[in-house]
């Protein structure tokens, strides 16, 4: 096979943004932008599956929902398998959902409260013309999968537990074996042993139908247990990347440090933690020069005024001061 | 081995007591309990976790406390909840009204179970502190304010107008969390309350409830984050299927633990490792409550179970110190 055509990601995104007006006073004018995304470049092979990690309200989801055109970006490219999501026409984009689905995060918002899980689970299924009879076996079989008991699915999602409606969520966003899966907290309200079996299917999965996931978390060793590569977001911005356990052995930016060494370990008690000072800044205004700077333990002089410019050594990124020369 | 100091001393006064709550729930294919002859308790100042497999019922038992069971779908069949000696069970609406959000708050696991989409931040934040601290708006709106602040959310003065759709997942946690600790009430319960949350917001959150607990609130933490429970809690529960299977000081629970289930558990528990790859599960899944086998619940995944087990469920048994398990091999 033509080493080329594997290589080609599935997806690439350029100079992302997504930026959400402020408004104030009666007339509603626009005061200032929420920078949520804010100028994210990357990329995802086939078959791959990236980790995103990052302080809460530093804007992965947004960027999981503009993927999924929910947030109109202000700017940049999103190409999957090479074409421009953002030029695309209703239909054509029609076809492309089918390929690109999220698990939310918050299953209780995101799972229509009057439809019973049996419609909720076959519900893309039908919609693409997938399956015409036999919705009853299909949905039991998802159910199955996410080892939930198939015989509920005549029940409307309040009748279930929070990590049995996140599971839900699940089995309908894998019914359309979709080619990428932005997996946004999706076990966060799992308990340890559900959430063990969840990431074994999702691992399955990747194996047998060459799946790539997206898989947001705010807990790095499930990602460390999933994840080819990890990117770490700060701010809206993409603080430092590289293959998975480079950046959990040996992490380079200031703030992954931090991230890394507050991670509880049950049977070992940490005396000397990182515990992150000072008050998240605000993405409206983030601080000038680098955006960590206000929190940084290694903070320098030029760290305030300037913004660190991507260094690059082998597979790993990183956006910080203290790296220049390895570029 | 490191072993934590768990504080509480036996003769601390308990604050909340249940004893022997069962709640069932009706649905179309019968009816099932969801959570079956459960009795703990916590004591004053004291941080207790609740764990346990999803569906195993802890939710439901903490919304028994509030008495929140959606009706007339859910029942409370049967037990006593005590708090600071009063039988909640038997309180009347109004002042059941008078508990919550004042005297018990709770936090909960989905956000969106408890903020309004249609309201802004500010106003729900400051609704429960005017209805029991007979304050003014803006003495409450100051309060609010400074506690979301205090639960690092940027700009906090400008997302008081915001509306919960406009923040992130664990923005939204996070004033869910502010809304229950404000009113400093005796009783904290915390269902799964930092899922949404990296581990340095989480670390300041948690620093800020063990602040609290310096001021008089006790906690119980339902939480499927080991490394949460080893942090924050001096005693543990654990559930399975509906029942309590292990009860016991942290050291207890992590360094020995009787019941298989907790066994197993503790070794399903996610490390930061340098390579991807399976994880260890328990084998099978919870049963459903339908189906759930004879004698012991937890047998039909049981490494150790024996004859006895499909016979006979066991009951909590005491091993001293606090520590008991409900399996026949102790
Ligand atoms: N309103 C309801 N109607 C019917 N069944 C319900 C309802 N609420 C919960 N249940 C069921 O009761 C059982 C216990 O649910 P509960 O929410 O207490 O679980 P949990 O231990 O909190 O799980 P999780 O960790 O997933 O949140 C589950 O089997 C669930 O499906
Ligand atoms: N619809 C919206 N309108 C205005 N601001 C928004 C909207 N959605 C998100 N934001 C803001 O964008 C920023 C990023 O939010 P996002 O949900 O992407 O964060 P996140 O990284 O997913 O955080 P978490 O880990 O807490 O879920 C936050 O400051 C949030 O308040
Ligand atoms: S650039 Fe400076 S402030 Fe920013 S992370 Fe690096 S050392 Fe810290
Ligand atoms: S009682 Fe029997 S089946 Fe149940 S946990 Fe103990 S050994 Fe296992
Ligand atoms: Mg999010
Ligand atoms: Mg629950």
């Known amino acids: 096979m033509n080493k080329q055509l594997i290589k080609q990601p599935i997806l690439e995104i350029r100079n992302l943004k997504t930026w959400f007006p402020i408004k104030r006073g009666i007339m509603a004018r626009t005061a200032g932008y929420v920078k949520a995304v804010d100028g994210i470049s990357m990329h995802l092979y086939k078959g791959e599956t990236l980790g ?118 699940i089995a309908r966003s894998i019914s ?89 370990t049950p049977g070992i008690y940490k005396k000397k933690k990182i515990v992150l000072k000072g008050e998240t800044p605000s993405p409206s205004s983030p601080p000038p020069g680098c955006h960590f700077h206000t929190r940084c333990s290694e903070v320098m002089d030029i760290c305030r005024k300037t913004a660190p410019q991507e260094s690059k050594s082998g597979m790993r990124q990183v956006w910080c001061h203290l790296y220049k020369g390895i570029g | 081995m490191i072993q934590k100091n768990s504080p509480g001393l036996n003769n601390e006064k308990k604050l909340l007591e249940i004893d022997k709550l069962t709640v069932s729930f009706e649905t179309d294919e019968g009816v099932f309990k969801a ?60 002042e059941m009204k008078q508990i919550r959000g004042n005297a018990v708050s709770m936090i909960f696991q989905e956000p969106a179970a408890a903020l309004s989409p249609l309201h802004k931040i500010g106003r729900q934040m400051i609704e429960g502190l005017m209805l029991h601290k007979n304050i003014s708006k803006k003495t409450a709106w100051n309060i609010a304010e400074n506690w979301l602040k205090k639960v690092s959310i940027p700009d906090a003065g400008e997302r008081m107008y915001s509306y919960p759709y ?31 949350l990296d581990v340095t917001t989480q670390a300041q959150i948690f620093e800020l409830i063990k602040e609290l607990r310096q001021s008089h609130t006790s906690i119980l933490l339902i939480t499927h984050d080991m490394g949460i429970i080893w942090e924050m809690c001096g005693r543990v529960i654990v559930m399975y299927a509906s029942r309590i299977a292990e009860e016991g000081n942290i050291n207890d629970i992590f360094f020995k633990p009787v019941h298989p289930y907790t066994r197993g ?54 091993l001293g110190n606090g520590h008991k398990a409900a399996c026949f091999l102790v």
Do not use: W
């Open chain 1, 52 to 169: 995103l990690v990052g302080e809460s309200g530093c804007g992965k989801t947004t960027l999981g929902r503009t993927l999924l055109r929910l947030e109109k970006p202000q700017k940049g490219k999103i190409l999957f398998l090479g074409k421009n999501l953002l030029d695309l026409k209703r239909k054509k984009l029609q076809e492309m959902r089918k390929r690109i689905q999220m698990i939310f995060q918050d299953p209780l918002t995101s799972l229509n409260p009057r439809m019973n899980v049996l419609d909720i689970v076959t519900e893309g299924l039908v919609e693409y013309k997938i399956i015409k009879k036999n919705k009853e076996d299909h949905a039991k079989r998802l159910m199955k999968e996410v080892g939930l008991d198939e015989n509920s699915i005549y029940r409307y999602p309040h009748e279930f537990s929070g990590g049995q409606r996140q599971r839900i969520s």
């Open chain 1, 176 to 264: 359309l074996k979709p080619d990428l899966l932005i997996c946004d907290e999706p076990v966060s309200a799992l308990d340890v042993s559900v959430q063990a079996q969840i990431i074994n299917l999702l691992l399955d999965l990747r194996d047998s139908y060459n799946l790539s996931y997206i898989f947001i978390s705010h807990d790095i060793s499930i990602v460390s247990n999933i994840a080819n590569r990890i990117a770490v977001m700060y701010l809206g911005k993409i603080v430092e990347q590289g293959p998975a356990s480079d950046v959990i052995n040996n992490p380079m930016h200031p703030y992954t440090k931090a991230l890394i060494n507050a991670v509880p």
């Open chain 2, 35 to 94: 959570v079956d002859d459960v009795s703990f308790h916590v004591k004053n100042n004291e941080i207790v976790g609740l764990i346990g497999e999803s569906g195993c019922g802890k939710s439901v038992t903490a919304l028994s406390i509030l008495r929140l069971i959606p009706s007339p779908a859910g029942r409370i069949e049967k037990g006593r909840i005590i708090l600071g000696g009063k039988d909640l069970l038997k309180l009347d609406i109004r």
């Open chain 2, 166 to 196: 406009q923040l992130s997942g664990g923005m939204q946690q996070r004033v869910m969390i502010a809304m229950a600790l404000m009113p400093a009430p005796d009783l904290v319960i915390a269902d799964e309350p930092t899922t949404a």
């Open chain 2, 265 to 318: 558990l503790l070794k399903s528990v996610p490390k930061l490792s340098t390579e991807a790859g399976r994880l260890m599960p328990i084998p099978g899944f919870v049963p459903s409550p339908f189906n759930y086998p004879s004698g012991c619940y937890f047998r039909d995944r049981c490494p150790q179970a024996f004859d006895r087990c499909k016979k006979e469920k066991p009951q909590l048994v005491d």
